[in-house]
């Protein structure tokens, strides 16, 4: 018997066995690989050399109306990544609605600096022998300590 020959006829056997379901040397998937692993013949002899063997074992698997091994685990695949992806559009809503508060609360603070620099560059009332310094209106020392303050805190607009 010629090594062409001895090779298909294991390629066969080999084929018989994994759709069988009692696969002796391989996982048993319905695969080239696990065809070539099942039948000890290198996979390149299913993929150059005999390739009319390898057409018949898909259209074995084919005809038993099952899917794949690698059909089976890229379905499972697709099912987690679809729930990966609807997790990140829900955290991405989630971030856009977190953002939209944030840049409120930035807002506020520095719309108060604003007004508080207004108020405190704007001339100051006449000063009045009878009124005490009040927050209302500061002692000249208290309103140039308050000046230096917000400069030092706050960045320039």
Request: hydrophobic fraction near 40%.
């Amino acid at each position: 018997m010629s090594p062409a020959l001895d090779e298909r006829d294991r390629i066969r056997a080999a084929m018989e066995r994994i759709l069988a379901g009692a696969p002796e040397r391989s996982n048993g998937a319905l695969t080239i690989v696990a065809l070539a692993t099942e039948a000890d013949v290198p996979r390149n002899a299913l993929t150059q050399r005999h390739l009319d063997l390898k057409n018949e074992f898909y259209a074995k698997v084919k005809a038993r109306g099952q899917p794949t091994d690698a059909e089976v685990r890229l379905r499972r695949q697709i099912v987690k990544l679809k729930e990966l992806r609807a997790a990140d559009q829900e955290e991405l809503a989630e971030l856009r609605a977190d953002r939209e508060a944030l840049v409120r609360v930035v807002n506020q603070p520095t719309l108060d600096n604003r007004q508080i620099r207004q108020q405190l560059t704007a001339p100051a009332p006449p000063s009045s022998a009878s009124c005490p310094p009040s927050p209302d209106h500061p002692s000249p020392e208290d309103r140039a300590a308050r000046i230096a303050a917000v400069n030092l805190w706050l960045p320039n607009r």
